[in-house]
């Protein structure tokens, strides 16, 4: 036979799709893809119920002072100080948004549209440093503003980071003045 023929009689006609086990696996996907976003939404309710112990957060006072510092920027989320994953959702303290801090001699008024604000009054700053990372979020080294505070019988981290990073320095320096004043007066 001829090479022309051999070719010709190998050929066999194209597979037909078999579209409802195609379907069959969309819909089966699709339904896992739910159950997994089902779970940890759940999971965030069960934190935000183990947390509830947490007392209700501060609002600003009536009459905060003049600003010393304003920034604008993002809230990135709250942990247990020292523990770096391990997010705090009670109160809303676990959502992300955007961010206008501004520091008084009454504390830290942390306004954030779209979520709960809340106030750090100045007793209760404990500390402020440049950090790389928060529950959720890694940056640059120093590209984060960490402050320590107490509320309740915790002390908590909060991290924020500004629209003009070079401000985080500026932050670190008063916020920790302000604790050693605050310090120095107890």
């Known amino acids: 036979m001829t090479p022309v023929i051999l070719l010709a009689a190998e050929k066999k006609s194209a597979e037909v799709t078999d579209w409802a086990a195609r379907v069959g696996w969309l819909v089966g996907l699709a339904l896992f ?12 309710k069960w ?28 809230y990135h989320g709250s942990t247990t ?12 303290l676990g959502t992300r948004s955007r961010v ?14 779209g979520a709960a604000d809340f106030f750090v009054p100045a007793a209760q700053l404990r500390e402020a440093r440049l950090d790389k ?7 640059t080294e120093g590209g984060l503003l960490v402050v320590t505070w107490a509320h309740g019988d915790r002390l908590i981290d909060s991290g924020f980071r500004s629209d003009r990073a070079a ?17 120095g007066a107890r």
């Open 33 to 44: 893809i739910a159950l997994v976003y089902w779970l940890m939404r759940e999971g965030w």
């Open 133 to 139: 990372g928060i529950a959720g979020k890694v940056l």
């Open 100 to 113: 206008e801090l501004t520091l008084t001699d009454a504390g830290l008024d942390v306004v954030r549209p």
């Open 167 to 183: 401000e985080h320095t500026e932050w670190v320096e008063a916020l920790n003045l302000m604790i050693n004043k605050t310090e």
């Open 47 to 74: 934190r935000g119920t183990l947390q509830g112990d947490l007392p209700e957060l501060p609002s600003a006072p009536d009459e905060p002072g003049e600003a010393r510092l304003t920034m604008s920027g993002r």
């Open 81 to 92: 100080a020292g523990q770096w994953l391990d997010r705090i959702v009670a109160h809303g």
